[in-house]
T-cell receptor
Framework: NAGVMQNPRHLVRRRGQEARLRCSPM?????VYWYRQLPEEGLKFMVY????????ESGMPKERFSAEFPKEGPSILRIQQVVRGDSAAYFC???????????FGQGTRLTVV | GQQLNQSPQSMFIQEGEDVSMNCTSS?????WLWYKQDPGEGPVLLIA?????ELTSNGRLTAQFGITRKDSFLNISASIPSDVGIYFC???????????FGKGTRLSVIA
């Protein structure tokens, strides 16, 4: 009965590189949400996806950031040409169809050097 | 956009004391959720509230959904060291919509 799985837990990238963050939702969950957390801050919504569809990307920066949730495999949050300001903890959450409760993974802590 | 305000921002208490924290919103929510985040970990769901006026307990935790649907509080009784962490409130208005989070209340427990 695995929960939401995120990998890697920690990711270090040099400025200009690409970061790929993966999220496998809980079994039976088809809705995935990505949030970003800066140190000493709350969780900021980025994007909401269902299988093969982006439902709401209102919190996602317009450039360099993209997300997908393919028919098979995990959801991916991609950050291209990373900058120091992208350093943060990125959390994925999932919910069941119609569910209001979202369950979180352990996060990926991205450090850009 | 919708915003949630949590207070206090941080608190230091003695082990064994009771704790109370609250969350207010500029707009109505139909569901309130309380999460706890330990250092280096993801938020863990503590309590979900679905109905205005609802009072729900989970062990030493008690949470209430305000009558106006614009606020909620969380109480922790007889605090212990493992209660240390950040407590977040979150609101939503329907299933499968992104949660709106407060900035958290940071709890420290002094043994």
């Amino acid at each position: 009965n695995a929960g939401v799985m995120q990998n890697p837990r920690h990711l270090v990238r040099r400025r200009g590189q690409e970061a790929r963050l993966r999220c496998s939702p809980m079994k039976g969950h088809s809705h995935v949400y990505w949030y970003r957390q800066l140190p000493e801050e709350g969780l900021k919504f980025m994007v909401y996806l269902q299988k093969e569809n982006i439902i709401d990307e209102s919190g996602m920066p317009k450039e360099r950031f993209s997300a997908e949730f393919p028919k098979e495999g995990p959801s991916i949050l991609r950050i291209q040409q990373v900058v120091r300001g992208d350093s943060a903890a990125y959390f994925c959450a999932s919910s069941s169809p119609g569910g209001v409760e979202a369950f979180f993974g352990q996060g990926t802590r991205l450090t850009v050097v | 956009g919708q915003q949630l305000n949590q207070s206090p921002q941080s608190m230091f208490i003695q082990e064994g004391e009771d704790v109370s924290m609250n969350c207010t919103s500029s707009s109505i929510f139909n569901t309130w959720l309380w999460y706890k985040q330990d250092p280096g970990e993801g938020p863990v769901l503590l309590i979900a509230l679905y109905k205005a006026g609802e009072l729900t307990s989970n062990g030493r935790l008690t949470a209430q959904f305000g009558i106006t649907r614009k606020d909620s509080f969380l109480n922790i009784s007889a605090s212990i060291p493992s209660d240390v962490g950040i407590y977040f409130c979150a609101g939503t208005n329907s299933g499968n919509t992104p949660l709106v989070f407060g900035k958290g209340t940071r709890l420290s427990v002094i043994a």
